[in-house]
């Protein structure tokens, strides 16, 4: 293998290298772990914090869950969590675009519960 080729190879694997460290750092800050396989131990969403919950959920159990609800509020998604995750919660005419006392992450098919933190 020639001189030039041997060295746009290494250098080449380099850059994929350092590319996939850095997208692997970056996702370890937004998720705030070192797990980036797991829901995060909290979110933030219209300027609030929500705290992991023990609750999952699909999202027929959310609107059985929840049947007051359904009628004047919908779930809407209000953020998300890069690269593919919505941020969820209860909202209506009123209080659209308003932080709720919970939020749901949607984790592949399932909604993780979230709980608020702390006060205003």
Do not use: C
């Not at 250098?11 to 970056?26: D, E, K, P």
């Amino acid at each position: 293998m020639p001189i030039l080729a041997r060295r746009v190879l290494r250098i080449g694997a380099s850059t994929l290298i350092a590319l996939l460290l850095a997208s692997l750092l970056y996702m370890m800050f937004v998720y705030r772990s070192v797990n980036i396989f797991t829901p995060p131990e909290q979110i933030e969403s219209l300027g609030r914090t929500y705290v992991l919950g023990r609750n999952e959920f699909s999202r027929e159990d959310l609107n059985q869950r929840y049947p007051e609800n359904t009628e004047h509020w919908t779930l809407e998604r209000v953020g998300f969590l890069p690269p593919i995750h919505g941020i969820y919660q209860w909202q209506n005419d009123e209080f659209h675009g308003d932080a709720t006392t919970s939020a749901f992450l949607k984790w592949g098919d399932r909604y993780i519960g979230y709980s608020l933190s702390g006060g205003p």
